[in-house]
C-alpha cells in the first residue's frame, strides 16, 4: 500500500498510489481525515502521482520525535549515547507539505540545521503497549520528515521546544508506505543542494521502531494520524537562505523543500 494527500477540486483527499517508480498514478481517492479510510476509496481516471499538489501525508494531533537514536550523531554534538529513548514534541503547527518553504527565523537564529528522519504514521490508538506487544499492527505506514532545528537555540535553551518548534519547522512527505521494513535497513540521506551529507541505515538505530513506539506509548495515548520521528544519522549541518534540502528514504521517495529569511 502507497498512498498521498494532495489538493483536489473538492479540498484535501488521499489518493492510493499504484504503478512501479517513475510511473506511478493515483487510482483511487478517499475523503479527507487524519488518516485515509480505505475500505471507502473511490476508483477514479488515472492520473500521475508527478502532476499531484502533495499535502503533508496525515493530521496529527501531536508529533513525537526520538533524539540521538544514532550513536554517531549523538557524538558529533558531544553527547553521550542514551540509555533509553529520548523524546520531544513537535507542534503541529510546524507541519508543512513537499515543496513548501521552510522559513529561517533569522531573528532568532543564527543556524538552522536539516535533520532526514524515517517516520511512522500512526494508524490505529496505541497506548500502554507491553514488552510482547507487536507494535506493526499500530503502524500504518511510512514517510519522510526533516527535524528542521535551530541548534544555537538547542544549545541555548537547554530543553527542545523553541529549537524545534517553529512554523515550517516539520516537512513531511511525499507518500506514506507499508511496503518496507526498518528492522532490515532501510537508507535515509539529506541532500543539501544536491551534494549527500547524511547517509545511513536504520540499522545503525540505537533504540529499534518497537522499542520506540513502546516506549512512547507507556507515556502518551497515540492516535490514528500522529507522526512518530525515529532520529536522525550524523552529518548535520545548516542551510540559508535559497538552499534547497531534500530528505530520501530508500524505497519511500524524496522530500524537497527550499530555504527562506523570515522578516
Given at each position: 500500500?502507497?498512498?498521498?494527500?494532495f489538493?483536489?477540486a473538492?479540498?484535501?483527499?488521499f489518493g492510493?498510489?499504484?504503478?512501479?517508480?517513475g510511473?506511478e498514478?493515483?487510482?483511487h481517492?478517499?475523503?479527507?481525515g487524519p488518516?485515509?479510510?480505505f475500505?471507502?476509496?473511490?476508483?477514479v481516471?488515472?492520473?500521475?502521482?508527478?502532476?499531484?499538489k502533495?499535502l503533508a501525508?496525515s493530521?496529527?494531533?501531536?508529533i513525537?520525535c526520538?533524539?540521538?537514536n544514532?550513536s554517531?550523531?549523538?557524538?558529533?554534538?558531544?553527547?553521550?549515547?542514551?540509555t533509553?529513548?529520548?523524546?520531544?514534541l513537535?507542534p503541529?503547527?510546524?507541519?508543512?507539505?513537499?515543496?513548501?518553504?521552510?522559513?529561517?527565523p533569522?531573528?532568532?537564529?543564527?543556524r538552522?540545521?536539516?535533520?532526514?528522519?524515517?517516520?511512522?504514521?500512526?494508524?490505529?490508538?496505541c497506548?500502554?503497549?507491553?514488552?510482547?506487544?507487536d507494535?506493526?499492527?499500530y503502524?500504518?505506514?511510512?514517510t519522510?520528515?526533516?527535524d528542521v532545528?535551530?541548534r544555537d537555540l538547542?544549545k541555548?535553551?537547554?530543553?527542545w521546544?523553541?529549537a524545534?518548534?517553529?512554523d515550517?519547522?516539520?516537512?513531511?512527505?511525499p507518500l506514506?508506505?507499508?511496503?518496507?521494513?526498518?528492522w532490515?535497513?532501510?537508507?535515509v540521506?539529506?541532500?543539501l543542494n544536491g551534494e549527500?551529507?547524511q547517509s545511513e541505515?536504520?540499522?545503525a538505530?540505537?533504540?529499534?521502531?518497537?522499542?520506540?513506539l513502546?516506549?512512547i506509548s507507556q507515556?502518551m495515548t497515540?492516535?490514528p494520524g500522529?507522526?512518530?520521528l525515529t532520529?536522525t544519522?550524523?552529518?548535520?549541518g545548516?542551510?540559508v537562505?535559497?538552499?534547497?534540502?531534500?530528505?530520501w528514504?530508500e524505497?519511500i521517495g524524496?522530500?524537497?523543500n527550499t530555504?527562506?529569511?523570515?522578516?
Amino acid at each position: 500500500m502507497r498512498y498521498c494527500r494532495f489538493v483536489s477540486a473538492n479540498g484535501p483527499r488521499f489518493g492510493l498510489i499504484e504503478g512501479p517508480a517513475g510511473s506511478e498514478q493515483i487510482t483511487h481517492v478517499i475523503a479527507d481525515g487524519p488518516v485515509p479510510d480505505f475500505t471507502r476509496r473511490e476508483k477514479v481516471s488515472a492520473f500521475a502521482f508527478a502532476s499531484a499538489k502533495l499535502l503533508a501525508p496525515s493530521m496529527p494531533s501531536k508529533i513525537v520525535c526520538v533524539g540521538r537514536n544514532y550513536s554517531e550523531h549523538a557524538k558529533e554534538l558531544g553527547n553521550d549515547v542514551p540509555t533509553e529513548p529520548l523524546i520531544f514534541l513537535k507542534p503541529p503547527s510546524s507541519l508543512i507539505s513537499p515543496g513548501d518553504r521552510i522559513v529561517r527565523p533569522k531573528h532568532l537564529s543564527q543556524r538552522v540545521d536539516y535533520e532526514a528522519e524515517l517516520t511512522l504514521v500512526i494508524g490505529k490508538q496505541c497506548s500502554g503497549l507491553g514488552p510482547a506487544d507487536d507494535v506493526r499492527p499500530y503502524i500504518l505506514g511510512y514517510t519522510c520528515a526533516n527535524d528542521v532545528t535551530a541548534r544555537d537555540l538547542q544549545k541555548k535553551d537547554g530543553q527542545w521546544t523553541r529549537a524545534k518548534g517553529f512554523d515550517t519547522f516539520c516537512p513531511v512527505g511525499p507518500l506514506v508506505t507499508d511496503e518496507i521494513d526498518p528492522w532490515k535497513g532501510v537508507r535515509v540521506e539529506t541532500r543539501l543542494n544536491g551534494e549527500v551529507k547524511q547517509s545511513e541505515s536504520t540499522l545503525a538505530f540505537i533504540f529499534a521502531v518497537d522499542i520506540v513506539l513502546r516506549f512512547i506509548s507507556q507515556v502518551m495515548t497515540l492516535l490514528p494520524g500522529d507522526l512518530v520521528l525515529t532520529g536522525t544519522p550524523a552529518g548535520i549541518g545548516p542551510m540559508v537562505a535559497g538552499d534547497e534540502v531534500s530528505v530520501w528514504v530508500e524505497r519511500i521517495g524524496v522530500l524537497t523543500n527550499t530555504i527562506v529569511d523570515g522578516d
